[in-house]
Antibody, heavy 119, light 107 residues
């Protein structure tokens, strides 16, 4: 069974940093591209970042470019999102998603990690 | 960046109704569009990908169509389990933009 479990969410002050992680199981993690998607409270979904299967190719939404960094450790079956210079508007549930093999849509989602940016 | 515009933003419908949600892209995305369903407090669930391909296990009352810039999600006969928010997402190019969502509630 495919499982994606996020961790590392919490409360952080504006300007601070936080790293959220996603532990993957039930599939060959190193073969899949992955995304981070977020959802602010009461709002819609926003794609944040994409990483290729080897970690070489990375894309970011304009709203986080230069502040967030996506990475992965295929030996540990883990995906990461390092968030720096956090702003109030980064408050959201952060979902880790798997991209379908050979395609581009998100076929599995984690349960999400809540990140709250507030003083 | 490609922008996605969903309509309507919300609708009220009854069990058994036929429901149609539209998603428009700011430029052509061929058939690179997916639809997701989200219930309160839960992660989104994939319904349809490549505009019209039904994900395994999704009821056949859901269908998708369209190409280029205009796409449609149709629920042929709304069931109690279908009251939720629906999102389209494009995946043409390096970005993966979502529509703003359509909330379907009970009339």
């Amino acid at each position: 069974e495919v499982q994606l479990v996020e961790s590392g969410g919490g409360l952080v002050q504006p300007g601070g940093s936080l790293r959220v992680s996603c532990a993957a199981s039930g599939f060959t993690f190193r073969s899949y591209t992955m995304n981070w998607v977020r959802q602010a409270p009461g709002k819609g979904l926003e794609w944040v970042s994409y990483i290729g299967s080897t970690g070489t190719i990375k894309y970011y939404a304009d709203s986080v470019k230069g502040r967030f960094s996506i990475s992965r450790d295929n030996a540990k079956n883990s995906l990461y999102l390092q968030m720096n210079s956090l702003r109030d508007e980064d408050t959201a549930v952060y979902y880790c998603t798997r991209v379908a093999y050979g395609d581009y849509h998100n076929d599995y989602w984690g349960q999400g990690a809540l990140v709250t940016v507030s003083s | 960046d490609i922008q996605m515009t969903q309509s309507p933003s919300s609708l009220s419908a009854s069990v058994g109704d036929r429901v149609t949600i539209t998603c428009r892209a700011s430029q052509s995305i061929s058939s690179w569009l997916a639809w997701y369903q989200q219930k309160p407090g839960k992660a989104p669930k994939l319904l349809i990908f490549r505009s019209s391909t039904l994900e395994s296990g999704v009821p056949s009352r859901f269908s998708g169509s369209g190409s280029g810039t205009e796409f449609t999600l149709t629920i042929s006969s709304l069931q109690p389990d279908d009251f939720a928010t629906y999102y389209c997402q494009q995946y043409d190019g390096y970005s993966r933009t979502f529509g703003q969502g359509t909330k379907v509630d009970i009339k």
